[in-house]
């Protein structure tokens, strides 16, 4: 029996608020439509896990076994519990998962409670990536972001009460007004609570953003290069004294912890993206999904559901090639050439 290990990543387009520096895809005046979306998404999940399943019993493809989920946005945690639990087990019933499997759920504070996070847990979730990016209340406010430092505190404490035992927390660097002290406290507090997993990535102005207006028109300042690479090399320092390895440009992680789902992206393996704007890659075929909430549902209704993904790219040899150098450039830990 020929196997095949994956990733599956789920996308949930919702938010309570856009962040002023975001430009992912996500919406935050569409929640009439998460009960049809997550309809839809269900079924897509049920589509693609069988006829992979059909594909091998005709000999043609490998066995696919789920070696992680990544259930990201927007932010998954906006919608209601029972449509986590839904796609969780539409997933376990048409695909194969592994019983290792790294399972991760990204949350804010602000937008779940005890009972949620252990519905997660009951559901077989088992790594949380929480949104944190500063312990500073004064830049949570200016990044738009809706919750405060206690409000992100109370979230880590139930995650842990309900019996989450791998966490990640998301930091940033770079900010407009963030000082180099804020960076050090920041680390030091999050130090303290000994999540196994840390991102800490510099802030990116991305064209179109709230950010990036403010920026053009003078309202805001980014500091200078000079005070971010000491932002960053704070940030390494710090980390490193603590236990953490630098695994990747932006990641830490206590040993053993490490991201499976990100780690297996950047080692060019397999991966299918269900939802608007997911990506995937498989059988070195790039493609993606439409990122309309709307067009995504109408065209499952029409029975037009091809007209939801977009080709982007067929890999010959040279091209994997180039790309497991970039992708080598992320990483601290370099791979052997896999001879393509």
């Excluded at 003078?218 to 960053?232: H, N, T, V």
């Excluded at 990641?251 to 990506?279: M, P, R």
């Amino acid at each position: 029996m020929k196997t095949k290990n994956i990733g599956i990543y789920i996308h949930i387009p919702f938010c309570k608020r856009k962040c002023e520096y975001c430009d992912f895809v996500s919406y935050s005046n569409c929640n009439n439509l998460i009960p049809e979306y997550v309809k839809w998404l269900k079924y897509e999940i049920r589509e693609i896990g069988d006829s992979n399943k059909l594909d091998f019993e005709n000999g043609l493809d490998d066995f696919v076994i789920v070696k992680t989920i990544y259930i990201g946005g927007g932010t998954p945690s906006v919608i209601d519990e029972c449509y986590i639990r839904e796609i969780m087990q539409e997933l376990k019933s048409h695909f194969t998962i592994s019983e290792d499997a790294e399972i991760t759920i990204e949350v804010n504070p602000g937008t779940v409670d005890e009972r949620k996070l252990a519905s997660y847990r009951k559901s077989g979730i088992n790594r949380l990536s929480i949104g944190l990016q500063s312990t500073n209340d004064k830049l949570l406010k200016l990044l738009g972001r809706i919750h405060s430092y206690e409000e992100f505190l109370s979230t880590y404490n139930m995650a842990r009460k309900v019996g989450f035992s791998n966490i990640n927390v998301d930091l940033m660097i770079g900010l407009p007004q963030q000082k180099l002290e804020d960076v050090e406290k920041t680390i030091e507090e999050i130090i303290k609570l000994n999540p196994e997993h840390i991102s800490a990535y510099s802030l990116i102005i991305e064209e179109g953003t709230p950010f990036a207006k403010k920026i053009e028109s003078g309202e805001l300042q980014l500091p200078d290069e000079e005070i971010e690479r000491k932002m960053y090399w704070l940030v390494k320092k710090k980390l490193e004294e603590a236990g953490y390895s630098h695994y990747e440009i932006s990641n830490f992680a206590k040993l053993g912890y490490e991201s499976k789902h990100n780690t297996s992206c950047w080692n060019q393996d397999e991966y299918i993206g269900i939802g608007v704007a997911a990506h995937s890659y498989t059988n070195n075929v790039r493609y993606s999904t439409i990122e309309s909430i709307s067009e995504y549902i109408n065209n499952f209704e029409t029975n037009n559901e091809s007209d939801n993904l977009i080709f982007h790219e067929k890999q010959n040899r040279e091209s994997k090639m180039k790309e497991f150098m970039l992708l080598g450039l992320r990483k601290l830990k370099r791979n052997f050439y896999k001879g393509f």
